[in-house]
């Protein structure tokens, strides 16, 4: 006998059932949709490619000269403003040179007074000569009379370089450029007691009429651009010109060319120091700024693929081919240069290869790929 809560347990028990089977019917198709996706794929090809790279860089003048007095005093003139451009040569300070005139004219007073005790030394020693000669005066008067005369030569000596070192010093009481640059900070002023101890230098010349910029890359950049000219003296010879990215975002007007590559590799950081040379005819840089150096590097009929056809595994990276319809995962090797939107393929893809060029990273090993 079919009762009233009979037939509501039925209804019911249809429902789940229903239900069940709908979840199951979507279940598949999603299944279906996954394991079919649709992936823009591209044939592997070459083709030339220029990579520009960043690098952290700081500025410096050609010769950077820290200006520190030789002698003792209180400045008693400032002869040059912050940010002058000197020439070399020119008077920069001038320190109190009244303690070393009188040190000279000393000096000097003392040369002739040991002029006058030679010549009188050398007239006895000349008589007792001519004395000893005639008998009147004994060998020990001739002898301490020589010696007398070899006393005062050494006393002129001596008188004369006491001159020499008392003229230096008043001359560098005239503290002057020892280059053409630019005049840097001056933390002393006139009445300022200075010494060749002070903390800071008087100031510091920068020759910038060219610029020095150092900047660093790791070794694999190192060995991917020696790989890439042949040799280090090949790279340096052939490497086109770069530029210079200021602080400012803006990119200088001026092109710069490396100079030179360090030939040590730093142990803590793993890079190796690079310096390169840039022009400054408006003196817009300055010793002490920083930027980017931009390094452009060509490869020549190369194989290029987006970075969004890849994954990166740790230290690897992978593409997916396209083999028989289904996706291959195939390990490739890449230039340790890029833009952060290609790669430089150096291993691991042939010319004719399908790859799947866009969401790399959905993909999974012996999906259908259509």
């Known amino acids: 006998m079919i009762t009233t809560d009979n037939c509501k347990k039925w209804w019911q028990l249809m429902g789940f059932v229903s239900c069940m089977m709908w979840l199951m019917s979507c279940g598949k198709s999603t299944e279906s949709q996954v394991s079919m996706g649709n992936y823009e794929t591209m044939k592997v090809i070459t083709s030339d490619k220029a990579l520009t790279t960043a690098y952290s860089a700081t500025i410096r003048g050609r010769q950077d000269i820290d200006i520190y007095p030789q002698?003792?005093?209180?400045?008693?003139?400032?002869?040059?403003?912050?940010?002058?451009?000197?020439?070399?040569?020119?008077?920069?300070?001038?320190?109190?040179?009244?303690?070393?005139?009188?040190?000279?004219?000393?000096?000097?007073?003392?040369?002739?007074?040991?002029?006058?005790?030679?010549?009188?030394?050398?007239?006895?020693?000349?008589?007792?000569?001519?004395?000893?000669a005639q008998n009147v005066v004994s060998d020990y008067t001739l002898r301490t009379s020589e010696n007398s005369y070899l006393t005062a030569q050494a006393g002129l000596a001596q008188a004369?370089?006491?001159?020499?070192?008392?003229?230096?010093?008043?001359?560098?009481?005239?503290?002057?450029?020892?280059?053409?640059?630019?005049?840097?900070?001056?933390?002393?002023?006139?009445?300022?007691?200075?010494?060749?101890?002070?903390?800071?230098?008087?100031t510091t010349i920068s020759d910038n009429s060219s610029m020095y910029v150092y900047f660093s890359m790791t070794e694999n950049q190192l060995l991917s651009l020696v790989r890439q000219y042949g040799t280090l003296d090949s790279a340096l010879m052939q490497m086109p010109d770069i530029q210079l990215q200021l602080n400012d975002q803006s990119l200088y007007e001026e092109k710069g060319r490396i100079e030179s590559i360090s030939g040590v590799i730093d142990r803590q950081t793993g890079t190796v120091s690079i310096r390169a040379v840039f022009p400054n005819p408006t003196r817009l840089l300055h010793s002490g700024a920083s930027g980017h150096v931009i390094l452009p590097s060509t490869y020549e009929d190369c194989i290029v693929i987006p970075q969004e056809a890849t994954v990166k595994q740790q230290d690897k990276v992978l593409v997916y081919k396209v083999v028989d319809g289904k996706a291959v995962s195939t390990l490739i090797t890449v230039a340790d240069i890029d833009d952060g939107r290609t790669y430089v393929v150096t291993g691991g893809l042939a010319v004719g290869d399908e790859i799947v060029a866009k969401g790399a990273g959905l993909v999974r090993e012996g999906q259908p790929v259509k």
């Open 71 to 132: 002698v003792s005093g209180t400045i008693q003139e400032l002869c040059v403003a912050e940010g002058e451009k000197v020439q070399k040569g020119q008077t920069l300070f001038i320190i109190d040179q009244v303690p070393y005139q009188a040190a000279l004219n000393t000096a000097e007073a003392n040369v002739k007074s040991a002029k006058a005790s030679l010549a009188t030394a050398k007239l006895t020693y000349e008589s007792n000569k001519e004395l000893r």
């Open 160 to 202: 004369e370089a006491q001159e020499v070192n008392a003229r230096n010093n008043l001359s560098y009481t005239v503290v002057k450029s020892p280059s053409a640059g630019v005049v840097g900070t001056l933390p002393y002023r006139v009445g300022a007691l200075v010494s060749a101890s002070i903390p800071q230098p008087l």
